[in-house]
């Protein structure tokens, strides 16, 4: 019996022999095929690495930024454009400091989101502060909120990135 597939490939009058050359041919075609994928295959392993933007603060700290998003305000799929906003992430110049350091880092790193959230008229940005630039474990979270008068004032919070932390 010969299986569907070949059937279809096959021309009327086609002899075993052929049929038996035509599944060589396909089981070669098959295996070159196969070699590239799978050299592909091993060619994805884990050298990924971080891409970064270098950004020196005023106070001479360098972070690390990682990401710079505009943020749309959508919650359970009902969009509020009021709560569009910027986020940054980046990697703090000091991981070890107290949250007195941190957040006066934070406040300068502000300094970037804040110029072009007011220029599109936004009243929120929130930042994530990682040690490192692996986004695992514990981070400092940053919300800014535009006050009436046009002050920026912010709260931050402990987050974690995965549960089991």
Not at 1 to 23: D, V
Not at 83 to 97: C, H, L, M, Q, W
Not at 129 to 157: C, H, I, M, N, V
Request: negative net charge; charged residues 25%.
């Amino acid at each position: 019996m010969i299986p569907p597939f070949f059937a279809l490939i096959l021309i009327e009058g086609t002899s075993i022999l052929e049929l038996s050359g035509s599944r060589v041919f396909m089981m070669k075609c098959g295996a070159i095929l196969l070699f590239p994928g799978l050299i592909l295959l091993a060619g994805c392993d884990d050298h990924f690495h971080a891409l970064w933007h270098g950004e020196k603060l005023p106070s001479g700290g360098m972070i690390k930024v990682v990401s710079f998003n505009l943020v749309w305000g959508i919650e359970h799929d009902d969009r509020d454009v009021s709560k569009d906003s910027f986020a940054i992430e980046y990697v703090t110049a000091n991981p070890r400091g107290d949250v007195q350091q941190r957040e006066a880092e934070a406040a300068e790193v502000f300094e970037l989101v804040r110029p072009v959230s007011e220029l599109w008229g936004f009243r929120t940005a929130s930042m994530s502060a990682f040690p490192t630039l692996a986004r695992k474990g514990r981070y400092d979270l940053y919300w800014f909120e535009r006050q009436p008068d046009g002050q920026w004032s912010f709260k931050r919070s402990d987050a974690k990135v995965f549960a089991n932390d």
